[in-house]
């Protein structure tokens, strides 16, 4: 690890802590060069694998982005997205799986969009599931009305 501060190559760790949720382990590093002391952050990357075969990181803002577009004229505020962005990869990091294939992220939104906004949770739906008649509409807003139902 460089020190962010004279760049020299070597530093020395005094202290390591993982974060509350365990998701993260702060590492307190000191410089041999400069005498500096500097915190890092170590987390597990999550891979995503989509359908063309390409593997990324994992992008909690990607799913906002995603989910944002679904919201458009809705009345979700910001916080609701970071919220629901922040449930997503919790869960996804629950599954104790490093790389996860796009379909399970989107299956991963789909729960907490539902509670979230209804219309949003039809817009993402129709899309990521690829409706293509009214009969698919109509048969995911009898699941919605189920869904209700059983909340009551």
Known sequence: MHCPF???P?????DSRSTEDGGAIRRRRTCSECGRRFTTQETVLLMVSKRSGVTEAFSREKVIAGVRRACQGRPVSEDSLAQLGQRVEESIRASGVAEIPAHQVGVAVLGPL????EVAYLRFASVYRGFETLADFEAEIQ???AHAKGES
């Not at 070597?10 to 005094?14: L, Y």
């Not at 539902?114 to 906004?117: A, F, G, K, S, V």
């Open 143 to 145: 699941q919605l009305k």
């Open 10 to 14: 070597d530093t020395r760790v005094v």
């Open 114 to 117: 539902r509670d979230l906004d």
């Open 6 to 8: 004279c760049r020299h």
